[in-house]
């Protein structure tokens, strides 16, 4: 609940004020149920012969209006800011303190002892860019909350649907082995699976032969080949009495 007055220089009526350091000025407590306008003044006081900063606060009211600057034989007030303080705060933000430097019928900028400038349009100026800044910035941000709630919807939604497609694919794909599994399972049935196995025995048995043919001396008679008859066939080569077979 502090605001700070940063260095500068301020001239009342011929007196000479110079803030040398920034000056942090606390501020009341809060109301817990009205708003009220604290406003930060640089006052002469003639009565104490003193120039300092004061702080000015309006009554609290659900509509509140800043305190009138005291300006009479006694004291005579420039108006740096007017600070909104909401009821129930424990601190105060930027947003609610309104420069008033340029408000030449609060302060204003002195150009000599005699002439001012009067740059009360100046101010009204500024304060109207800066709301219609904010009004745009404010909206910015709304269209931006609003496109990243849309990219989070669309996300959802392409999540939802891939989620829903692969477990139909999940689904498909084991009904299709279940259906295969099954079928191979008709297939395989105790005949058939026996009659493979023959069928295995017989190729490893013949490819040993093929081996032993192959590979080793042949000194046995590893191999028999029968006839119905003899009609047609010419063999050539020399007996083998002892091993029963013709030798080519």
């Not at 000025?25 to 306008?37: H, N, S, Y």
């Not at 702080?55 to 007030?77: F, G, I």
């Amino acid at each position: 609940m502090t605001v700070t007055v940063n260095t500068g220089k301020a001239w009342i009526n011929g007196y000479f004020y110079y803030n040398t350091s920034s000056l942090s000025v606390p501020l009341a407590t809060a109301d817990g149920v009205l708003k009220r306008i604290d406003r930060i003044v640089v006052r002469w006081d003639l009565t104490n012969r003193t120039i300092s900063i004061a702080v000015k606060s309006s009554a609290p009211s659900a509509s509140p209006t800043a305190p009138a600057l005291q300006r009479d034989a006694d004291a005579y007030e420039l108006c740096l800011a007017d600070v909104l303080v909401n009821a129930g705060v424990t601190s105060i933000s930027q947003a609610n303190i309104t420069d008033q430097r340029l408000n030449t019928s609060l302060c204003g900028v002195a150009a000599g002892i005699i002439t001012q400038i009067d740059t009360t349009a100046f101010n009204a100026q500024l304060q109207a860019w800066f709301d219609d800044y904010k009004d745009f910035s404010v909206d910015e941000f709304n269209e931006l909350v609003s496109y990243l709630d849309s990219l989070k919807l669309q996300g959802d939604a392409q999540y939802n649907a891939l989620q829903t497609y692969m477990n139909a694919f999940k689904i498909s794909a084991e009904n299709d082995f279940n259906s295969w599994f099954a079928s191979l399972q008709n297939v395989l049935d105790g005949d058939t699976a026996g009659h493979l196995l023959n069928l295995i025995t017989n190729l490893t048995e013949r490819v040993g032969l093929l081996e032993a043919v192959i590979f080793n001396d042949i000194n046995t008679n590893p191999f028999l080949i029968q006839f119905d008859d003899l009609e047609g066939v010419t063999a050539t080569g020399v007996w083998n009495a002892t091993l029963q077979r013709i030798e080519c």
